[in-house]
């Protein structure tokens, strides 16, 4: 397996991957590919890679800068992170995860933020943060990884991409 950026061959590809990784997924309501594009579309993409077996795209992470109510620069909001039904369970997405946090760190990121599972993303330093909310679901599903320096405290938004018709 490959970790590479993105390539503008690529687009199709992680459309399908994401598509096919949340079909069905209980807490998707589909708009998943829709921003993607929108990200890469607005040129919103910090980090942007795909993992690749002999050739094919199996899998995909987008990470994007956020904006923090206290002013606090250099966040980012790692998601989505797609792998194909057929290669899930076997190190895509925790090789993706690990080469997302590694790329962030190399431009310099404060840290990053994401919406998930803790069981998983726990394992990647990812914690529910007193101080540092997004609005709407359960708080212990919102995690953050500091990067450098001090914890921000505020309200984190996502680029206009994640919402409805963005």
């Not at 995909?60 to 620069?73: F, L, R, Y």
């Not at 943060?129 to 599903?141: D, E, I, T």
């Not at 320096?149 to 018709?165: D, K, N, R």
Request: glycine share 14%.
């Amino acid at each position: 397996m490959q970790i590479r950026p993105e390539s503008p061959d690529d687009s199709a590809a992680i459309h399908v991957v994401t598509e096919l990784a949340f079909r069905g997924h209980p807490h998707s309501d589909g708009s998943e590919p829709r921003i993607v594009r929108g990200l890469r579309d607005a040129g919103a993409l910090s980090v942007s890679l795909v993992a690749e077996v002999d050739g094919v795209v199996v899998g995909h992470v987008a990470v994007s800068p956020v904006t923090i109510s206290d002013g606090s620069p250099g966040w980012h909001g790692l998601g989505p992170i797609s792998v194909l039904p057929a290669w899930q369970r076997q190190g895509v997405g925790s090789a993706l995860m690990q080469a997302a946090l590694e790329r962030l760190r190399s431009q310099g990121a404060a840290g990053c933020v994401l919406l998930g599972d803790p069981a998983y993303y726990g394992r990647f330093g990812f914690a529910a943060r007193p101080g540092l909310v997004y609005p709407g679901p359960p708080a212990a599903y919102f995690m953050a990884l500091p990067l450098a320096g001090v914890l921000p405290q505020g309200e984190v938004s996502y680029h206009p991409a994640f919402s409805p018709g963005g």
